[in-house]
């Protein structure tokens, strides 16, 4: 141990093991890092999860569900909390309302918060964790409008007085509800009952929301579930991830993909430098088994060395990761709630795993040649045959990587198709690698630095195909995650550009539609379409009944109101996938949006019957439209040609984009079309755009990390063909080669091998692009000329960078040593 | 003709600074074959290296023909060893990328010859391995690298021709022939010959013979 250590010492002043070193510290960083923030990224979505629910689980019913139920949930010390919904009027101010009641029991929410505001469309509010106290409601902003009141005054809700005290501006379990009878008003559940609003026949429904560990809640709902009718609905976690949680998790397997990258890269230059650092060492063991030192010894020597250098990379690289995972969490700030339970010991010890497995299938077999070393190699330079075969090397360094990655993907199905990925990678470049060199180098003067460079790349033939394939797999998957990345901004942006509408008209009366457009109009607010909406059922699908002819699941989402609208222009973002648009003739039927027509298993030409208040109207399907339901304007599963609609009682709905500085103007707006309510978006789409900006920074840290590790890999790659290029560059200077000439061959060195990787890179980029564009998100393949510009823009430069400064000493090598060297 | 005026060498060690060489005077004449001897560690390569400019000396002054090598820097040297100078290596220095007889070309090249690659052959065929023009140096024995490395050497016809042991590393045998062939050369092109060896035979195929003894130089018989 004492040898080893003093060992350890002079490798590393002498400048043997550090990048040994950096390499394993930036690979247990990377682990330890992403495992870490991959933990608490999943336990805040849990908790979120809880919070949208407002509980772990809600049990949802018509009517009041069995006190034994909620008494068995007690007697398990699960928290539970209750509250009841209704369409109820509200009076105030000698005015009337019909309003969206929510009557909520103490200690709701159980989880998540409530946001309050002192008045009405304030810029201002903040969270509590309770509901309104007995004797007081909360209104929404749109309430407070029409009912003309102000915090303080007084509100009717059945018979009985509330006082108005603060505004309601979000709730946990709101869920996306647009289409609710009216603005919201909450109460405490004690005051519904002095309201006296609940009679035979009400349509009421009652939440229970309850709380627990995770064990408890899983028991009670085994007892539970048997005993729920048709007319119970239980949501738990598995149903109730928020939109938003969508996009983080994407950006987690996100991280934990390119993430791999880095460590499997780690993992080369490991294996790469030990490599070389086994090789420096061949005279220094000859000399020592000269002396009498055995194969075990030198072997345990070598070993309890490499072993304490894996032992502090693990301390530092846990500590670099510790601030990495941090890094992502000021990034991911506002996602994330407190969690307290995520284990500081798991990561770390993940990330020491990942320096023991690298080392041991990486650093073991050159070390295993070492051991090897003949001491004849001190009479005769004797190159040291390698006790294990090229076979086994590769099963070793394969299982190894397998190892890597199952360490820190923890699935089985990814680790094997990512190294598949590579191993099909590894060929392809190979092969063109291969061709690549094989081109003659007459096109250039043998001693321009053109021709030096190329001379240089065809004699390290094996190193110029192994960094062709790192870089170019690096910078292709760089190029394919920034081509994805503005594919998406893009979309995104396309659909929500400057002045997106961020907020909902609904309820507009057919004689208010010209009156409300003059007056945004005049408050210089851009109006879009406003829709006319008629509400209907639909009832016959081909003259049978809907129930007969989709699935109980299907039933659930059309076996309500639809909206049902007529427009006579097709309707922006709106794609005629089958049929076609109206004729104009009066044999127009409707036209239906394309995922309800392939749920419904409908198709062009069925007959459609809806029931509009007590009318029946027939139809059949003239088209089937697809439409982006991202974007934030009216969207309508079925459209009708301009007359057949007219004769039913229709509202008007639109959306507006109002900027902070106009929206003090909804107060205004509201008293005068009182019956009108109002969505405010902004808050979604900032929280959406905030979100898209969260997730491309995190992409940028990783792709720091996978540059970092390719860097490795090319200093590494340099430093192993080092000695050699010394040689050669003093023989040059000998034969009157000068500084510029070697610097020039040297950088052209890079640039070849660069426009060689980004070539590569960028097709290969294209070629998965192609892939992702048309399979997952389900757009037109398209060329991306920039990525063939700014890819190799930027990372030709940075290569060509890092290997001259990396290949400095050997430049500089006096043409001396040639003599010393004999 | 090259002209070395007190020329000193130290270099500094953890001991230490330690002189190679103290103050060595000599005149060599154009067209002359010079061979420096003396025993392991005694500065003669290290002579040879200052006088070829392929280092700096720490004093004095050396003159390569018209040239004043100790008041050039790197490159400066560079371009005159391309213009002027010749090399033989003990262990041979061949490109190991490059093809025998791109290997003879290179030197051609960087001095901007025309007709690089027929001067090359011309050469190869000299040393008797034109079959062997596009062969690695891996594909070629110890004695046809060092016939490469020779017919490198003189394919730029220098003014002076520089060789540091290049039997060093042969046997016996092939030793004699390539000796044979670089004083054959050495003839035929008429040029400088300056080399330094341990063996006397070979050293008494020379003109001049110079004995260097820690760090001093004196001329034998």
């Not at chain 1, 608490?40 to 849990?46: D, K, R």
């Not at chain 1, 109730?240 to 990258?261: D, I, K, N, W």
Request: hydrophobic share 45%.
């Amino acid at each position: 141990m004492k040898l080893a250590l003093k060992m350890l010492g002079r490798d590393w002043r002498g400048g043997e093991l550090q990048l040994l070193f950096a390499c394993l510290v930036l690979a247990v960083a990377t682990v330890s890092g992403i495992t870490h923030f991959s933990a608490t990224l999943q336990a805040s979505l849990m908790q979120q999860s809880k919070d949208f629910l407002a509980g772990s689980m809600v049990l949802s019913s018509p009517r009041p569900v069995s006190a034994e139920w909620l008494d068995e949930a007690r007697s398990r010390n699960i928290k539970l909390s209750e509250n009841v919904g209704m369409a109820s009027m509200a009076y105030a101010n000698e005015k009337m309302q019909l309003a969206s009641l929510k009557a909520v029991s103490t200690g709701y929410p159980l989880r998540g918060q409530l946001r309050i505001a002192d008045q009405p469309y304030s810029a201002e509010s903040r969270v509590v964790q309770h509901g309104p106290a007995v004797g007081e409601a909360w209104l929404a902003s749109s309430m407070a409008s029409l009912l003309e009141i102000s915090p303080g005054d007084q509100i009717e809700i059945g018979k009985t007085s509330l006082l108005f005290s603060k505004v309601l501006v979000d709730e946990p379990d709101r869920g996306f509800a647009m289409f609710s009878v009216g603005p919201r008003v909450m109460i405490n559940l004690t005051d519904l009952a002095s309201a006296d609003l609940i009679m035979p026949g009400s349509r009421v429904s009652y939440r229970y929301q309850f709380d627990a560990a995770d064990a408890d809640m899983a028991s009670y709902k085994a007892w539970l579930e048997p005993q729920l009718q048709d007319s119970h609905r239980l949501r738990t976690l598995d149903d109730a991830q928020p939109r938003l949680a969508e996009a983080l998790q994407r950006a987690e397997r996100f991280l934990l993909l390119a993430g791999s990258l880095a460590v499997m890269l780690s993992g080369l230059a490991i294996a790469m430098s030990a490599q070389r650092y086994c090789q420096r060492h061949f005279d220094h063991v000859a000399i020592l088994k000269t002396l009498g030192m055995t194969e075990g010894r030198v072997l345990g020597l070598f070993a309890t060395s490499l072993l304490l250098l894996a032992l502090l990379a693990s301390v530092v690289g846990g500590l670099a990761g510790f601030g990495l995972k941090s890094l992502f969490e000021q990034v991911f700030a506002e996602y994330l709630v407190d969690v307290a339970e995520v284990s500081l010991w798991r990561p770390w010890l993940f990330g020491l795993a990942t320096a023991m497995v690298s080392l041991l299938a990486f650093a073991w077999p050159p070390l295993r040649a070492l051991q090897k070393t003949s001491a004849m190699a001190v009479l005769r330079d004797l190159v040291p045959v390698d006790p294990l075969s090229q076979t086994l090397r590769l099963l070793i360094a394969g299982a190894g990587s397998v190892a890597l990655l199952m360490i820190y993907t923890q699935s089985w199905f990814l680790s094997l198709g990512l190294l598949g990925g590579l191993a099909a990678l590894t060929l392809v470049v190979g092969l063109l690698s291969r061709a690549l060199l094989s081109v003659p180098r007459r096109f250039s003067r043998l001693a321009s630095p053109l021709g030096l460079a190329w001379a240089n790349l065809q004699r390290h033939r094996r190193h110029t195909q192994l960094q062709l394939m790192v870089y170019s797999s690096a910078l292709m998957l760089v190029g394919l995650l920034w081509a994805v990345r503005s594919d998406l901004l893009d979309d995104w942006r396309a659909s929500l550009p400057e002045n997106t509408p961020n907020h909902f008209m609904v309820n507009v009366a057919e004689y208010e539609v010209e009156n409300l457009r003059q007056q945004l109009t005049q408050a210089g607010v851009a109006t879009e379409t406003i829709f006319p909406m008629v509400r209907g059922r639909l009832t016959h699908i081909n003259g049978e009944s809907v129930r007969t002819q989709v699935t109980k699941e299907e039933q659930r989402s059309i076996d309500r109101e639809l909206n049902l609208t007529w427009n006579d222009e097709l309707p922006p973002k709106n794609v005629v996938e089958q049929g076609e648009w109206w004729r104009g003739d009066g044999s127009d039927g409707v036209s239906i949006e394309s995922r309800l027509a392939e749920r419904l298993g409908l198709g062009l030409g069925d007959e459609l019957r809806f029931q509009i208040g007590a009318d029946i109207l027939d139809t059949k399907i003239q088209s089937i439209r697809s439409l982006d339901w991202q974007q934030m304007r009216p969207n309508f599963y079925f459209i009708f040609p301009t007359g057949v609609l007219n004769q039913f009682p229709a509202t008007y709905i639109t959306s507006v984009y109002l900027g902070a500085e106009q929206k003090p103007m909804l107060t205004g707006l509201m008293r005068e079309f009182p019956t009108i309510t109002v969505i405010e978006m902004d808050v979604i789409i900032a929280q959406i755009n905030s979100t898209v900006d969260r997730v491309s920074q995190a992409i940028e840290i990783v792709f720091g990390l996978v540059l970092l590790a390719t860097a490795a890999v090319l200093i590494a790659s340099i430093l192993a063909s080092q000695r050699e290029r010394r040689r050669d560059n003093a023989l040059l200077r000998t034969m009157g080669g000068t500084s510029p000439l070697l610097w020039r061959a040297c950088g052209w060195e890079f640039i070849v091998l660069g426009l060689a990787a980004n070539l590569i890179a960028c097709f290969g980029a294209e070629l998965s692009l192609a892939a992702i564009q048309s399979q997952l998100l389900g757009i037109d393949p398209s060329f991306h000329p920039q990525l063939w510009l700014v890819l190799p823009a930027i990372s030709i430069p940075v290569l060509v960078l890092i290997g001259i400064a990396s290949s400095r000493a050997s430049l500089y090598e006096p043409p001396v040593v040639l003599l010393r060297d004999s | 003709m090259i002209i070395a005026k007190k020329i000193v060498k130290t270099v500094t060690t953890r001991a230490g600074e330690l002189t190679i060489l103290q103050g060595i005077d000599l005149h060599i004449k154009p067209g002359e074959s010079v061979a420096i001897v003396g025993s392991s560690g005694s500065g003669k390569s290290t002579l040879l290296a200052l006088l070829a400019g392929l280092d700096n000396s720490t004093g004095g002054e050396i003159y390569l023909g018209e040239q004043p090598l100790h008041a050039m820097n790197e490159d400066q040297r560079a371009i005159l060893r391309a213009e002027r100078v010749g090399f033989v290596f003990q262990s041979f220095q061949l490109l190991q990328g490059l093809t025998a007889l791109e290997n003879i070309a290179l030197p051609l090249e960087l001095n901007r010859v025309e007709g690089a690659e027929q001067l090359a052959e011309q050469y190869l065929n000299k040393v008797g391995l034109g079959e062997r023009g596009h062969h690695y140096p891996n594909q070629l024995s110890g004695g046809e690298q060092q016939r490469v490395a020779i017919a490198r050497a003189f394919a730029s016809q220098p003014s002076v021709l520089f060789a540091d042991e290049p039997t060093g590393n042969l046997d016996g045998e092939t030793g004699q022939r390539i000796a044979d062939l670089l004083f054959d050369l050495n003839r035929d092109e008429d040029c400088t010959l300056v080399l330094v060896t341990h063996d006397d035979e070979l050293a008494a195929r020379c003109e001049r013979r110079l004995r260097m003894q820690s760090g001093r130089l004196s001329e034998e018989g």
